[in-house]
């Protein structure tokens, strides 16, 4: 089993990011070992290579982290998921972590209260059109449009979102739940919310580049903190 990570505290006063580069020559063996028996069998459903070296790499990691975050073995900890697939851990409720995958790069942000993250690779090619249309409402296409730098304002956006509603935890199906700004200035990144949400709650919002082609977004609940950026 891979020695813990030397020399890591639980973050209480600002967040952890961490970027894995999915093309490092990890040791996949190593990283499988740690998953669960479930987590290994959802590995037959993987029949493309790079998606399954994603799955064990994202797994494998966290698992390694968090271990060392808390001084517990890897192999044992255990997982829980809401309704909408967010995992926690079952014995460690306060500790708040969220994970993103896009193409060769993986992020695994940790924080002292409830968060959310995601990163896209900017360079893929995306019909912007029938995605706005299907995903955005008619306001945050009206600040979509105003922007001046199509690309990288869609992707800021798509990140905000993204990141709001895994921060949240009610995944995919709640996209029309809430109205996000294109615009680079985060003065007022969510436009309309629905009331579903916690009216008391306060939603931060930290727009972040891993590298150029690569933009992502943080959300915490409740506290603006600062990232602290780390390579694994």
């Keep these: 089993m891979p020695r813990p990570l030397p020399d890591l505290k639980y973050p209480d006063q600002h967040c952890d990011l961490w970027s894995v580069s999915l093309n490092e020559p990890y040791s996949e063996a190593e990283l499988f070992e740690l998953l669960s028996r479930d987590e290994k069998r959802r590995l037959d459903r993987f029949s493309n290579k790079t998606a399954r070296r994603g799955f064990v790499c994202s797994r494998g990691v966290l698992r390694r982290l968090i271990g060392s975050y808390l001084g517990q073995n890897p192999k044992k900890l255990e997982f829980a998921f809401n309704d909408h697939g967010k995992p926690r851990l079952k014995d460690f409720p306060n500790c708040f972590f969220n994970i993103s ?28 059109q029938p995605i706005l249309r299907r995903f955005f409402a008619e306001e945050e296409i009206a600040s979509w449009q105003l922007q001046p730098e199509p690309v990288t304002a869609f992707f800021r956006g798509w990140t905000r979102k993204e990141a709001f509603l895994k921060a949240t935890g009610v995944g995919i199906r709640g996209l029309n739940k809430v109205r996000i700004s294109f615009a680079p200035e985060l003065a007022e990144p969510v436009i309309w919310l629905d009331q579903s949400f916690g009216l008391n709650d306060r939603w931060f919002f930290e727009d972040f580049f891993i590298e150029p082609s690569y933009p992502g977004c943080i959300v915490l609940q409740n506290k603006q903190l600062p990232i602290h950026f780390h390579s694994f």
């Design 101 to 128: 995958h896009s193409r060769d790069r993986l992020v695994l942000l940790f924080a002292p209260c409830c968060c959310g993250i995601d990163i896209e690779c900017s360079t893929r090619k995306v019909d912007f």
